[in-house]
């Protein structure tokens, strides 16, 4: 069974920034789609960014030029960089592989952030 591992979750205050990792061993990583996705209490899953297996990257409006994610192919391995951290950034974030042929997806358990004074 493929697991994605996060890691790198926190309690940080307001304008600071934590960085997110998602270790994926064991199955084709580079021809997978990353995404990361939270979820706060009492609100529905959002996706957050994502990057497919060519690079290319996109973002929720809400973390739009605060977060980046990116990927080491070599290292299985994504990335969710998050700077000016808001309040409203709490919230449990999952890793997730998704190849489209042969359709294949994968979740992590999730890494709480916490953002708070």
């Known amino acids: 069974q493929v697991k994605l591992v996060e890691s790198g979750g926190g309690l940080v205050q307001p304008g600071g920034s934590l960085r997110l990792s998602c270790a994926a061993p064991g199955f084709t990583f580079s021809t997978f789609a990353m995404r990361w996705y939270r979820q706060a209490p009492g609100k529905q899953r959002e996706l957050v960014a994502d990057i497919n297996s060519g690079g290319n990257t996109n973002y929720a409006d809400s973390v739009k030029d605060r977060f980046t994610i990116s990927r080491d192919n070599a290292k299985n391995t994504v990335y969710l960089q998050m700077n000016s951290l808001k309040h409203e950034d709490t919230a449990v974030y999952s890793c997730?592989?998704?190849?489209?042929?042969?359709?294949?997806?994968?979740w992590g358990q999730g890494t709480q952030v916490t953002v708070s004074s």
């Open positions: 997730n592989a998704y190849r489209t042929w042969p359709t294949r997806e994968y």
